[in-house]
């Protein structure tokens, strides 16, 4: 549909739709990691969760420099993990975000392995984006369950009530 210099059957050239859809896109993402930001940051242990998910957003909103930017993010990383607010996360998504971590961290070097081609484009090259991609989803679904409240975080088996006790009786 997006292809060359070819006019799409309305008369719209490929060139016209990349703006539009780029900027819905960063708008999108924007305001999903400010709503997400403002429910991690409801309590003091969760505050470098939300400034996390603001980084990650900020970055995938504006691709520019993933490769230098992303060590910004190490330090409420680091805090998340300090904190052990990690072990709220059901295990999905704690190696959801254990595969995204793995990805930014792949070397310079090796992200134009097996080049030129369509499938080392979609992974190998696009490892940033795609780690970048997964913690944002993590954050943003663990801000999507902590808003849900105690009513969806009973319904998960495997994860530690957010205020870390278990509940008594039935």
């Not at 792949?106 to 991609?133: H, K």
């Amino acid at each position: 549909l997006l292809r060359g210099a070819g006019a799409i059957a309305g008369g719209f050239a490929a060139e016209d739709l990349a703006r539009p859809i780029s900027v819905a896109g960063a708008a999108l993402i924007s305001a999903v990691s400010l709503w997400a930001a403002s429910r991690l940051s409801r309590t003091s242990d969760s505050t470098d969760a939300g400034i996390l998910v603001l980084l990650c957003g900020s970055l995938l909103a504006s691709p520019l420099g993933w490769v230098y930017y992303v060590p910004l993010a190490l330090g409420p990383l680091v805090a998340v993990l300090w904190t052990r607010w990690w072990q709220r996360v059901d295990r999905f998504w704690l190696g959801t975000a254990a595969i995204a971590i793995v990805g930014l961290y792949v070397p310079l070097e090796n992200v134009r392995v097996g080049q030129p081609s369509a499938w080392a484009s979609i992974t190998v090259t696009s490892s940033y984006f795609w780690g970048l991609f997964l913690l944002w989803l993590t954050l943003v679904n663990v801000a999507r369950i902590e808003s849900a409240g105690p009513a969806l975080a009973d319904r998960r088996p495997d994860a530690v009530p957010v205020c870390g006790c278990r509940q008594q009786g039935g």
